[in-house]
């Protein structure tokens, strides 16, 4: 089965940066949206950023302007760039992949951001 693998996570200073990577063991086909999303401890899983086929992007409020999402080709599938790190964007990223001609949605194991000083 294929599966979806973060990296670029750890920790960092406050004002700093950090690239997540979302890669694919396998090719998928059938891939509409990516996204990533975030969990913090002891909060619900939230939205960060969507990316469609034609390059469309959508933000949270909290990240507009310091993160950006994009695609890659074959294997990776998508990236985050995320800049202007606070602390409370401090948090487990998971990347997600939609199929919907499949009806299904993959999701990463998550990769760790930490921010503080």
């Known amino acids: 089965q294929v599966r979806l693998v973060e990296t670029g996570g750890g920790l960092v200073q406050p004002g700093g940066s950090l690239r997540l990577s979302c890669t694919s063991s396998?090719?998928?086909?059938?891939?509409?949206?990516m996204g990533w999303y975030r969990q913090a401890p002891g909060q619900e899983r939230e939205l960060v950023a969507t990316?469609?086929?034609?390059?469309?992007?959508n933000y949270a409020d909290s990240v507009k302007g310091r993160f950006t999402i994009s695609r890659g080709t074959a294997k990776n599938l998508a990236y985050l760039q995320m800049n202007s790190l606070k602390p409370e964007d401090t948090a487990v990223y998971y990347c997600?992949?939609?199929?919907?001609?499949?009806?299904?949605?993959?999701w990463g194991q998550g990769t760790l951001v930490t921010v503080s000083s």
């Open positions: 396998g090719i998928i086909f059938g891939i509409n949206n």
């Open positions: 997600n992949a939609n199929l919907p001609l499949r009806g299904m949605q993959l």
């Open positions: 990316i469609t086929t034609g390059g469309g992007t």
